[in-house]
């Protein structure tokens, strides 16, 4: 591995904390973003963010469309030559922009995030009905995937209702981590 | 065999033909799957873009039931539950920190000693692999098949420890022992779009679109898959891809247990195959008269 000299930023700190991943062991090299196959969709290349995280361009990487397009298909963690797992970084990324509460340059990506996990902690197994339903609201998608959804129906490929399995144990590690995060 | 198994949500869902042909294969290999208890969510890419400790914990809790119940080995078949559940020993086995956090938040032992399979792990060695051999009865022999593995049975090869990262074999190596042609091709471990297809559905049909293509220009029949997403986009997407695009590939999507199960001689109510989309009944037939 190349040793790269140090430089400080705070940004760069925040996502060591979360994370615990180095964004300066990145040199450049441009592999993660030749292999990303969601960079098409990016304004800003996973190779780009990484430098701007170095260089402490937090509104850039706030305000980019890159972390909320990442579809977290690893290639890039599993390619980089300096073993940056980059798809860690876009996890931290996207962590600490929805804590600041940024206003996400793609909003139905975090919306996605927080209505399955709201389904998640109220059902324990997620119920994609109530989730494909609560994204319609949020996202005012109403006649989206209307003929697909109901053929899925018809092959019994979505329950109409949810189960309530594990729903107990689930719902206490989600306060669980609640109560952790908070402090 | 006897091992712990952990169905994912999308098994009640979504890929109940997968849970189905699973169940179904395993049991005339002789072995024994026994559901976790109450299990639940594994919180998939939700949990771990919004909270690391969430992304552990709720595998975690899982692997806690498993060591409950006294055992040693867990199946995970779907390819999201088998990254997070193979992300969060890892973490854990190297972050002190997250290891202390965790410890205060699920009771009792969660077993950092249970070891997660995915089920094709299991089938492309000895002695399972001998065992489909010489039940495989049902001449599949002129079924051209694509196998795609998909991104997150393979990646990073340092959580995944499944099989070779850019071009793995497992999956062919059980089709061949059924008799299957698998060809070589260069969307293996290509993404699928994975979980826009809720969000940013123009991703999905891209890559999957991409996917298809690669598959038809090898001269694939069909497709057989290791993942309930990667099966729900490429199949249940196809139409509107073909639509996009201008394309026509009619590809059934087949989970690789059904192609086991066919081949073993099971009925197609036994593995669900009705379910798909994509009709493969057809495809198969035509294999069948040939035959």
């Known amino acids: 591995m190349v040793k790269v000299a140090p430089r400080f930023s705070e940004f760069a700190e925040a996502v060591k904390t979360i994370s615990g991943l180095d964004v300066n062991l990145c040199f450049q090299c441009a592999k993660c973003a030749s292999g990303c196959p969601v960079s098409y969709a990016m304004d800003y290349t996973p190779t780009q963010l990484i430098h701007a995280i170095q260089l402490g361009l937090t509104d850039l990487v706030m305000n980019s469309k890159t972390m909320w397009l990442c579809a977290s298909c690893q290639t890039c963690s599993t390619r980089c030559p300096q073993d940056v797992d980059l798809a860690g970084v876009m996890d931290a990324v996207r962590i600490i922009a929805q804590r600041k509460k940024i206003k996400a340059k793609i909003p139905e990506v975090p919306i996605f995030y927080r209505s399955s996990l709201r389904n998640i902690a109220l059902f324990g197994r997620m119920y994609e009905l109530g989730l494909i339903a609560t994204l319609k609201l949020l996202t005012r998608s109403f006649t989206k995937d209307m003929g697909l959804g109901l053929r899925m129906l018809r092959k019994g490929k979505l329950n109409i209702f949810p189960s309530f399995k594990g729903a107990l144990a689930a719902r206490r590690i989600f306060s669980q981590v609640k109560a952790r995060e908070k402090r | 065999m006897k091992y712990a198994y952990y169905p994912g949500c999308s098994s009640h869902s979504t890929a109940k033909e997968y849970d189905h042909s699973l169940r179904a294969v395993c049991s005339r290999l002789g072995i024994e799957l026994v559901e976790i208890k109450d299990w639940f969510c594994c919180g998939s890419t939700p949990a771990h873009s919004v909270s690391r400790l969430l992304a552990s914990a709720l595998p975690l809790g899982n692997l806690a039931i498993v060591q409950k119940m006294g055992f040693k080995e867990v ?161 249940t997407r196809q139409e509107e891809i073909e639509k996009t695009y201008g394309a026509d590939y009619k590809l059934p999507i087949l989970y690789f247990t059904q192609l086991m199960g066919i081949s073993f001689g099971l009925s197609s109510q036994e593995l669900l195959l009705e379910k798909h989309l994509v009709s493969p009944q057809r495809k198969l037939e035509e294999v069948k008269q040939h035959a």
């Open chain 2, 75 to 235: 199946v995970v078949p779907c390819a999201s539950c088998f990254s997070r559940f193979k992300t969060a020993l890892h973490d854990l086995q190297n972050e002190p920190r997250l290891r202390e956090e965790i410890g205060q938040i699920i009771e009792g032992n969660w077993g950092d000693d249970i070891t997660v399979y995915h089920p094709l792990q299991i089938f492309s060695e000895e002695p399972q692999l001998g065992k489909i051999s010489s039940l495989a009865k049902q001449g599949l022999a002129g079924l051209k098949v694509v196998c795609y593995y998909g991104c997150l049975l393979t990646r990073p090869p340092k959580v995944t420890e499944f099989d070779t990262c850019e071009y793995p074999e497992s999956m062919d190596r059980v089709l061949r022992a059924l008799g299957i042609a698998t060809l070589d091709w260069s969307y293996k471990t290509d993404c699928c779009g994975a979980a826009f297809a809720l969000t940013r559905t123009d991703i999905v049909l891209k890559l999957s679109h991409d996917i298809l293509e690669g598959a038809k220009s090898v001269g694939a029949d069909a497709i057989a898959v290791a993942c309930p997403l990667c099966h729900t986009n490429l199949d």
